[in-house]
């Protein structure tokens, strides 16, 4: 007879570190001390030139829990998140970055939503209450398009928002292997196609501090290449919104632009104007057809019905 192959955790928690020794150590811990226990903790350094492994490597010693892969070489940001999906063995996958803290009830409350939800790929959480309605909401490509564009945004959350359905993540690819705006990549494609499951927020902290990979400045050109992803979408036959949803959200896409480029203007940040407007994907037609006011409303992108 054939030994049996133990059950993987339900939850895979994902920590990608490079260079964090001054804040890792509050990451595991926040970590380990969730109410919720079923779940392993993969550490996936980026070969770091700092403590950040070592510390990682003696909580590992201490906690089975824990397991560490120190890459080879450094493979930047969104490669080695996908390399820490890939040592995954549990059921959902939790991203959790190596600055952040994860509150003690983190945990229990995404995974308790999403088990019983399971028409939703994903759940995402912010460290605010989501507007237009109670949670857990469910919301259709429709409906997360509406909110993101409408509404008060989405596709802004960072991969530490969200626990995952593994086999779904899987399908849908992942987060693209690029520097920097990978995560708002992967929102605008996927919540094309899958349901997503907003659930409460104040869940984790995010920390901000000058160290981290969205204050560099090669991500301004990555942000105007995603906006003008963005707009291609927008464009498409894969956008999930019609009539006259569809032509206020690009009204208000091309006013969001606009905005943007009249603010590095007004600031004399020229180089960042000209990227800003490079990049936009909008033709002189589009800005003719669609430059308008903007209307948003607070409870766009709210399902109509429980």
């Excluded at 019609?242 to 180089?271: H, V």
């Amino acid at each position: 007879m054939m030994d049996r192959v133990p059950a993987g955790p339900l939850v895979s928690v994902l920590l990608t570190a490079y260079n964090r020794e001054a804040f890792i150590a509050e990451s595991i811990e926040s970590v380990l001390a969730q109410t919720f226990t079923d779940f392993e903790l993969i550490v996936s350094d980026d070969g770091s030139t700092d403590g950040t492994a070592g510390i990682a490597c003696e909580f590992a010693r201490r906690d089975a829990r824990v397991r560490v892969s120190v890459n080879e070489r450094n493979l930047g940001d969104y490669p080695n998140r996908k390399r820490a999906a890939c040592l995954a063995r549990g059921q959902f996958l939790k991203y959790h970055d190596s600055d952040d803290v994860m509150y003690r009830h983190c945990l229990e409350v995404m995974v308790g939503a999403l088990l019983a939800e399971p028409r939703a790929a994903v759940a995402l959480s912010a460290s605010h209450a989501w507007p237009g309605g109670k949670c857990p909401m469910l919301l259709t490509p429709s409906l997360a398009y509406e909110r993101e564009y409408l509404g008060t945004g989405l596709f802004q959350l960072g991969p530490g928002a969200a626990l995952f359905r593994t086999d779904a993540f899987r399908e849908l690819g992942g987060f693209p292997e690029v520097q920097h705006c990978s995560d708002q990549l992967f929102w605008i494609h996927a919540l094309t196609r899958v349901n997503v499951l907003l659930v409460p927020g104040d869940l984790f902290y995010y920390r901000i501090h000058p160290g981290q990979e969205i204050v560099k400045r090669t991500n301004e050109l990555a942000q105007a290449k995603a906006v003008a992803e963005a707009w291609h979408v927008l464009n498409s036959d894969r956008c999930p919104l019609r009539g006259d949803t569809l032509d206020q959200a690009r009204r208000n896409f091309a006013f969001t632009r606009a905005r943007e480029i009249y603010r590095s203007l007004k600031g004399r940040r020229f180089a960042s104007a000209a990227t800003a407007f490079r990049h936009a994907g909008l033709s002189a037609s589009d800005w003719v057809r669609y430059l308008r006011p903007p209307r948003r409303s607070a409870s766009a992108g709210t399902p109509s019905a429980p």
